[in-house]
């Protein structure tokens, strides 16, 4: 799974996304998922039950959210969704607001941790990209940094 090529192939990037609350964001961005039918509709109900029982345990940087469910929850093949929010929202009661809001769809547990968190952990190993993607105008900015 690789994360430029998934989200070509999934057509799975927005930018100003306008999302009411921590619910509609991840809505939106397993929607994309959802559409390239890469993963069922109970994917986000898994995201949003796993959200209400253990918090948002998938904020991984200030401003960043990897939502995701175990493989079982609906997953049909490796993905992500990535979406930028024009207005951040939070997450239960966390502080901190979300802009980015990567869902991940892993088939197992070895693609989540070794090669799904690690592009991630590369992407934002420069700092800087936060903010790139957050003020990224268009879906072509977006792949230019990945």
């Not at 999302?19 to 109970?42: F, H, M, P, R």
């Amino acid at each position: 799974m690789e994360l430029k090529q998934s989200l070509i192939e999934n057509k799975s990037i927005k930018v100003g996304v306008e999302a009411k609350n921590w619910q509609d964001a991840i809505k939106k961005g397993t929607d994309l998922l959802i559409k390239s039918k890469a993963v069922k509709e109970e994917y986000f109900h898994s995201i949003i039950k796993n959200t209400e029982e253990y918090g948002p345990y998938y904020i991984i940087l200030p401003e960043v959210a990897m939502p995701h469910a175990r493989p079982e929850c609906g997953v049909i093949k490796d993905s992500f969704s990535l979406i930028t929010l024009r207005e951040p929202v939070s997450f239960q009661d966390k502080q901190e607001k979300v802009s980015i809001v990567i869902t991940l769809a892993a088939t197992s547990s070895e693609n989540h941790n070794e090669k799904a968190l690690i592009q991630i952990a590369e992407l934002f190993d420069n700092e800087n990209n936060v903010e790139i993607i957050k003020k990224a105008k268009n879906i072509q900015e977006i792949l230019d940094i990945l």
